[in-house]
């Protein structure tokens, strides 16, 4: 029987309204005590937390590892060291792998690559249609049964409104959760940045952001009708919040994450055809970012994702249209994170529930506390230290960030897996 | 807080000269001024009986359109002749680029090449920073007009042909008419006005076809031609690409005439002795009439020539600060 204390540090635990110096303490891999030390407690193992906080292992609802299919940007080996060094023991990979996440045998194959890679908790979210071409529903129980946590139809569109609708009732009927990234497509078209005024300055083709609201809307007049629960996946505006308050005022069963990178740069942030800024959706006005955090602060967005998506250097190299969308973001996740609860009245408390005890929730999961008798996934950070992004540390084959080469603060120095630890500074 | 701007250095060398021409943002009055300034000594040289001057001698120009154009590119291997350049024409839209090199690799063979100055057309905005940014240290790139985003030069060369007409901008009202949306003339046009202090920049289009948040730009904008013509002492029209036609942007033809198109009528509601500009080629009878076109007011073929000493003074310009007299 192995045994680790964990001992000095900050315990954070928003599930269980924990905030207090004190021990964790891990047996066999399962949480046994926090807070006081036990008293016939022999660990095989100490980690000394002073001056860092302790709290549960992030759960990430949107990280692409780019395996199976474009390797080129990352495989599951270099994305799930990456995960693991950003304090994230938890994952939900959005089905757009190739071949997509459409068949029992993709799942099986994504779970030998995890168990190869030594990380465990890669969740696949299922493809809510065959091929993600948004035509005819997928074997959603057949997914199910193999691992999907969720089934979604990644950033891509259905064809018909008719079919989300009968995709919601499939869904549904076998108790899955929808994980939806709301884009009206035909709105959106060629865009590549928010259709504002950096938009209209660089002539670059717009991304409104109806493109997103027209899709909340629609969604979310489909939840009602079908009862399916529907998760908004990286919500990018102010309309967005204010029809989701909306919606859960009266009564809907909806949740929504928003990227942390939504919640820090806007339109304004950007360097003119610099394609590290290349993200969709894409980084909206001001007034949408304050939206966001406001969002976050009053409950409205549930949850915050990393939306990690590595790119290969050719991806991020061309004229800004030409070049692929997304941001390499794992690491990065819990600095920003920090740092909404430097800038903004939302505590430290809440920003980590929003990494933790908000999506396990959205998940059901019996994941994301520090609870007694549940496998210790744990975080341990120093959020003091400042970091430079992109040096010695970073594991992400992605180097495509805006925030590369500065410094950010708040460090992970130990992530544990089931008690396993799969990080250590 | 300010929003980024296109950093004006990347433009400019070490010592504050020009090097690269991919934008107007950034310029100073200063700078743009001098341009003109430099234009001016050119332009009379068309004239003479020798139309050359030894400044570029022994240097490589090459003209990279990947996207078609007859008359920018022509002026610009003018002006490269006549400052004594060797002018190499490479046309990639039915070259390199369909057989999937990428637009990097087509650069890099070029430079092996040992060229000094690229004159870049592109249909994708940001394509002429990207080679700017990427390319060898000793090469110039002067944009010749990239997707939506700016045409420096023919902005350059319509605000000689407004000095010339109506010697400062300080006091000056002009409106742009057209398809401001996709156009990157409108945009290097609007910002190089406000760079050179004209009093009021005004857009004239329906709202299909302008940008979002259009005043961010720095202009009024105005959806009929009796308002935003009034008092007006420069009128713009915009080419209007067919294919905007019958999708959605626009009904027809006629009707957009009717509205924004340019007629010996509509002229009278601006200022007397307003003149009127277009960047061409002209679509007559769809966004301007004849009669207006070849009219006593239009100085359309005037930018025609003046665009090519103002490329010239760019050109030499570029060329210097990278070390032609060294």
New interface residues.
Partial sequence: MSKLLIRGGRIIDPANNLDRQGSVSVADGNIIAVGDELEAFTPDRIIEAEQQIVCPGFIDLSARLREPGHTRKGNIQSETRAAAAAGVTTLCLPPDTNPVIDTPAVVEYIKDKSEKAGYEQILPIGALTQRLAGNEISSMFALKQAGCIAVGNADLPLTKLQILRRAMEYADSHGLLLIYRPNEPSLSADGCAHDGAFASRYGLPGIPAAAETVAVAQCLELAQLTGCRVHFSRISCKGSVIKLQQAKKYGLNVTADVAIHQLHLTEDDMIPFDSAYHVDPPFRSDSDKQFLRNGLVNGTIDAICSDHQPHDLDAKLGAFPETQAGIAALETLLPLTLRLSREHPISLTQSIAALTEKPAKILGLDKGALTPGLGADICIFAPEQSWLVGHDSWQSAGKNTPFWNKSLQGKVTHTLQAGRTIYQQ | ??????SANLQLNEEGKLKHFLSI?GFSREMLTEILDTAASFAGMSEQQVKKVPLLRGKTITNLFFENSTRTRTTFELAATRLSADVLNINIATSATSKGE???DTIRNLEAMHVDMFVVR?A????A??IAE?CAQHISVINAG?????HPTQAMLDMFTIRQHKHDFDNLKVAIIGDILHS?VA?SQIQALNILGAKEVRVIAPKTLL????E??GVKAYHNMEQGLDDIDVIIMLRLQKERMNSALLPSESEYFKCFGLSAHKVKLAKPDAIVMHPGPINRGVEIESSVADGPQSVILQQVSNGIAVRMAIMSMAMQSSGVNQ
């Fill in positions: 807080m300010q929003p980024n701007t296109m943002e990428s637009l990097l592109h994708i905005s940001g394509a920073h990207f990427n990239d997707g939506r985003h700016a990157r945009r940008p979002a948040q259009v961010r730009l």
